[in-house]
């Protein structure tokens, strides 16, 4: 049993990722809409996968706020980077929330310990994540350093919501869908405030339900199922393959080709993934 729910962990794990590989490839769709407008917009249309669950919603005021402290504030430090650091250093920077979620897991979770395999495997998939998304180049510009910061700050937030999942009472995965609910409606709040108005055209509407069912929505419920199921260890090692995925996806809808540098990325990244999964399955 205890091989059968890990295995189910890590199907939900990369559920979670196939469907993550594919935000890029939706949002080009929605490429005018206000970043806030859009990610409270998705979020909203998310939580509507768990509305025929809706009275499993109830949950303690501190696991609450720990599902907003994680979607919430991820999107918005994720957003603000975006519009203080080229995208470029941004999108690297979040993607350390997979090396932290296995760096932290020994310090938040009680009993689990790291072994040469995850750290081996971790990095291998920095490395490729790295070179996906600089494609071999990038200089960083101190001029940029609070949109870096807050960068890192996005991916420090997911991985600690992720890994605290484990640590508050346990949860209907259905109760997701008031964290989607609630900060979807701070996210709307900000754009508010911050944002200037928009009017989305008859089309985009089809990819807002999309990013919403999907990517910002289903792909929450499986994540939270892993993670509360599933070895940390495992899962933030074959996290890596989200940016993979995403830019074969793209590749393949803006009829590109693939690299050389991809290729090696790709390499990397696997082998990370198989490195740190063998690793976790070790007794």
């Given amino acids: 049993m205890p091989h059968r729910a890990a295995r189910r962990a890590v199907l939900a794990a990369l559920g979670a990722i196939v469907l993550w590989g594919s935000l890029a ?21 998310g939580s509507l996968v768990s509305v025929p669950r809706i009275r499993q919603w109830r949950v303690p005021a501190r696991t609450l706020a720990l599902g907003v402290y994680g979607l919430a504030g991820y999107h918005a430090a994720l957003f603000f980077a975006f519009r203080l650091a080229p995208a470029v250093e941004a999108n690297l920077l979040n993607y350390l929330w997979p090396t932290f979620i296995v760096a932290f897991t020994p310090l938040l979770i009680p009993g689990m310990h790291l072994r040469a395999g995850h750290v081996v495997g971790t990095l291998a998939g920095l490395s490729g994540a790295a070179l996906i998304v600089t494609h071999g180049q990038l200089a960083l510009d101190h001029a940029s350093l609070s949109g870096d910061l807050l960068a890192v700050l996005a991916a420090f937030l997911w991985a600690t919501y992720s890994l605290l999942c484990k640590r508050v009472p346990s949860f209907p995965d259905a109760a997701v869908g008031l964290f989607c609910a609630v ?11 911050l944002e200037p108005p928009y009017r989305p055209a008859a089309g985009e509407i089809a990819w807002l339900v999309v ?67 063998l690793a976790s399955s070790r007794r």
């Fill in 25 to 45: 490839s939706i949002v080009r769709g929605l490429s005018r809409w206000p970043p806030f407008l859009l990610a409270g917009s998705a979020l909203l249309v």
């Fill in 211 to 277: 990013l919403g069912l999907g990517p910002m929505g289903a792909a929450f419920f499986l994540w939270n199922f892993a993670m509360t199921r599933g070895d940390p260890r495992t899962i933030g090692a074959l996290s890596y393959l989200t940016p993979l995925l995403s830019t074969l996806l793209l590749t393949v809808v803006a009829g590109g080709t693939l690299t050389r540098l991809t290729a090696l990325a790709g390499t990397l990244i696997v082998g990370g993934a198989v490195v740190g999964t």
């Fill in 183 to 193: 900060s979807g409606g701070l996210s709307l709040f900000v754009h508010a405030l």
